[in-house]
Each structure stands twice: as structure tokens, then as C-alpha cells.
């Protein structure tokens, strides 16, 4: 049986397309490849407009599990939601919570550099040097651990479709709420209207929190969850009480 045989057309070439980005990544040089297709804050100097939708298809080349937790939940709720909404609303959903994912990260983090700097964009008070991933600042006007903060923001760039799937996440829990989920470490199935806000609740106390170490884009899963609700609202699908009608 051919791969993918039975899986509808825009998961199935969603799920080609990160494969064949994370190939050329493996291939082509993860630092280089990350930096050129991965997002960057909007003000950084390697920003480039392409970025906002090649992210959605990168993923952290030093973990496989990254890009395999992704797509085993892409093709496992995708597949029942694109047989729902239809190809070509189930695509135009996959992006739009991409896109709202990355808006809401980037908000954040302009928070955060419009609190330490009084603006939102570079107004002078540090330089980046994006090579060499160093930032040159007054210590009178900005603290070492502003200045770490304001160089983690200018110079990672975010990859990884974990945005749109978190809005896959909250669509599956909204059209199927009484699906039971086998999740790991958890001995008995559990139903997607239980689970799943558990996950958001837990992705919004790990965003707040920010923990030491944490690389994770809390915010950016959170955004895909809100874009998400938004346009299961606004688009009036039915709720499917029975996950096998």
C-alpha cells in the first residue's frame, strides 16, 4: 500500500512539505537553514517577509521528536477536520492559526522590548550583531539580564507547526468533544473536552511563567489555540457529539 494512501489531500501534502523542509535542513545545515526559513522578531536584522509562512514548516533539527509529535498530531486530528471542513477551509484553518500563532509570540515579545526599551523597535539604546549573537547596550539605561533578554528576542528565530496544531488541538476538542484520547503516561483513554483545555491551561502557566531554560514558544501555541476557537465560532461548524458520524 502506497504511504499516505487513505489521508485526505491537504494533510497529506502538509505532511510531505514539513518532510521535505526537515530533509534540506538535515542536508542543507540546521544553524544556516533555521535562520534563513525560521522567524524572526519583526525588527531583527535577518527578518524577511518569507519567514512568516516557511517557520510553520521548520522544525528544531537537533529533535526529532519536534517534528514527530507534530506531524503524528497533524495527520491524526487533521485528517478528521479536513474531512469536515472541506480541503480548502481545512487549509486556509491550518494557516490562519499558523499566522495568529506567530502574531500573538510576536506581540509578546514586543511587550517585553517596549517595557525594557520604551519601544517597541530598536530606538538606539543596544546594538545586535546577529553573527556573532552579541549585543552592545548601557549598562546605565538597560541591566545584563534585559540585555540577555532583548538578544535571545533579536536573534532565535521560531520554528515549527506546533501554532497551527494547537488550533487543530482546540477544532477536534470543539467538533469532537466526546472523542476518547490515549495520551502518554495517562493509563486510561480520556475525552478531548478534558484534556484539552488542560493542555492550554498548562501552555498559558508555562508562558507566564518562563521558566529558566524553557526555549518553548508558549505563546505562539497559545495563539494558534485562540485563532482556532475564532474561527470554529465564526465559521459555524456543527458539534459532533458521536466522533464516528
Partial sequence: MMPFANTPTVVKNLLIINIIFY???MMFGGPMMTQVLGVHYFDAPNFKIWQVITYM???DYSSLFHILFNMFALYTFGSSLEYI???KRFLNFYLITGLG????QLLVQSIEVYNITGSAVN???FIIDSFKRSISFNPQLISEEQASTLLGIYTTPMVGASGAIFGLLIAFGMLFPNAELFIMFIPVPVKAKY????YVVLELFLGVKQFSGDSVAHFAHLGGALFGFILIKMWHFKRRDNFYE
Fill in 23 to 25: 530533509v534540506a535542513t
Fill in 123 to 125: 530606538n538606539g539604546s
Fill in 195 to 198: 484534556i484539552i483545555p488542560v
Fill in 85 to 87: 471542513m472541506g480541503s
Fill in 101 to 104: 500563532a506567530l502574531g500573538l
Fill in 57 to 59: 514548516f521548520m522544525h
